[in-house]
């Protein structure tokens, strides 16, 4: 018997034929994908240009704020006020922090802040869970219409009489400021909550249940950490609230030790003259937080969104 020479080629009789019928993209349909993409890439041009012209919005008002951060009184009196300034004043940074006695203003504000988006995020989402499953109860229905109901009323209008309530309950001090946080965020948040849980499905909350769940557990281990997306919108938007909320600080809080930064920034606007400098330098000292919360939780918030919008 004579032996066949091996041509070291191996034939899949299961593969796709490379016959001259056969396209080079149906045998690589990996190739194809990869060639589509690319194709169906393209950047718009005249879109990206007209995006980091709309940037300089941003850009410029933050490049006049730094400015005049780093400038002098007599620096600021001439030019227009975009030159860069030579030399650079980097004392104002100095005198403003002991000026609005920065590190205590600082504490009152983060225990404000911070306990403004806790308390959103909890009491938001339970009343937007309380209302999302029992929504054929008409006492659940006619709740959420009060709430949204609260939504078209101007707050400067309730504001006075709040103040009144709060003084009597002794409540003038940073606890009733987050109070007011709180029960203000309501509306809206349970608005953008109840969209999300209802697109959560109820058979995870019926398969916790016959393992002997309770209510309480359901939404603590199951509904809460499925809410991640929208709990990340809600904090930033309870952070960007409370840290920056001048009205009921200046009107609630009774000591003017415990006062907030942006109400303690007020001392450089005198009746007659306002030191820019040291105004200046103190925006940007107590915006840096907002800057720091906006990049760690920028990439989060967005793809929290996308999630939500695959759900």
Known sequence: MTALPLTGRRTNSAGPSNSPGTSNSAANPLRRKNRSGREGYKVNWWLTALMLVASLTVLLPLYFTVAMALKSPDQIGTGTGLEWPSPVNWENFGAAYVATNFPRAFMSTAFVTVLSVLGSLACSSLVAYAIARNWNRK?????????????????PVIILP??????????????????????????????????FVRSIPVELEESARLDGATTWQVFRKIIFPLLAPMNATVGIFAFLGSW???L??????????LQTLPVVQMLFQGEFNTNYSLAFASYLMAMAPTLVVYILAQRWVLSGVMRGAVK
Do not use: C, E, W
Request: hydrophobic share 55%; glycine share 10%.
């Open 248 to 257: 009921l600080p200046q009107m609630m809080i009774a000591d003017p030790a």
């Open 139 to 155: 006492f659940f229905r006619g709740s959420f219409m009060y709430l949204l109901s609260a939504m078209f009323i101007p707050f």
């Open 162 to 195: 709040l103040i009144k309530q709060t003084a009597l309950l002794g409540l003038d001090n940073p606890g009733g400021v987050v109070f007011l946080h709180v029960l203000g965020g309501i509306s809206f948040n349970t608005l953008l909550y109840i969209a």
């Open 244 to 246: 920056n909320d001048f």
